[in-house]
């Protein structure tokens, strides 16, 4: 149990375009899931809890404008990035907090390129 | 400051015993994470540690914690080569569902 899935797993887009991830729990319920970014050879850099049907909270300088996120059930969270640019190029992983519980379990995690 | 540390790299030969150390700085912190991610993947959750605990064993892995010098090891038994990857420490910050993670140990496995 407590999969999270992530789609796509890889996606290439061109500057100015807006790309959208998708992270769901596949059997279980996440009140709470969370949107991490990790670039190469570095750690996990949590960019915004996002609680369902609430808005998302943002950790310092990351612009929620440009990172859109919209967790709109209990099992889906999106992770939108609009106007993307080549610094937005990185590896994107979500988490999934079960409902009543501590841990999170994380997505396979998806690779962002932005040309 | 919420800094999570980790030696960045460890090689050991395949059956011997591995120790990855971590130090936090959140005396707060509620539960403690060991986290393994292969090369391109997600992280996989391999074990935690409640903050009142001083030692976990899960099968091959043991967790030590030292709360007073907010010292955190993992210790994985018997090593083998499917083990190689980079593990990850992480801390609850206290009150919250917020995760900071450390620098990340790439452990190398070689026979």
């Known amino acids: 149990g407590a999969v999270v899935s992530q789609h796509p797993s890889r996606v290439i887009c061109k500057s100015g375009t807006s790309v959208k991830i998708e992270c769901r729990s596949l059997d279980f319920q996440a009140t709470t899931m969370f949107w991490y970014r990790q670039f190469p050879k570095q750690s996990l850099m949590l960019m915004a809890t996002?609680?369902?049907?609430?808005?998302?909270?943002?950790e310092q300088g990351v612009e929620k404008d440009k990172f859109l996120i919209n967790h709109a059930s209990l099992t889906l969270s999106t992770l939108t990035v609009t106007s993307a640019h080549p610094e937005d190029s990185s590896f994107y992983i979500c988490?999934?907090?079960?409902?009543?519980?501590?841990?999170?379990?994380f997505g396979p995690g998806t690779r962002l390129t932005v040309t | 400051g919420e800094d999570v540390e980790q030696s960045l790299f460890l090689s050991v030969r395949e059956g011997d015993s591995s120790v990855i150390n971590c130090t936090y700085t959140?005396?707060?912190?509620?539960?403690l994470y060991w986290y393994k991610q292969e090369p391109g993947a997600g992280l996989q959750l391999l074990t935690y540690i409640f903050s009142n605990m001083d030692m976990k064993q899960d099968q091959r892995l043991t967790v030590l914690l030292n709360k007073k010098d907010k010292h955190l090891s993992l210790r994985i038994a018997d090593t083998q080569t499917g083990d190689s990857a980079i593990y990850f420490c992480?801390?609850?910050?206290?009150?919250?569902?917020?995760?900071?993670f450390g620098t990340g140990t790439r452990l190398q496995v070689f026979p």
């Open positions: 959140d005396s707060s912190s509620t539960y």
């Open positions: 996002s609680n369902e049907g609430s808005k998302a909270t943002y």
């Open positions: 988490s999934a907090r079960r409902t009543g519980r501590d841990e999170q379990y």
């Open positions: 992480a801390e609850s910050i206290g009150g919250t569902d917020k995760l900071i």
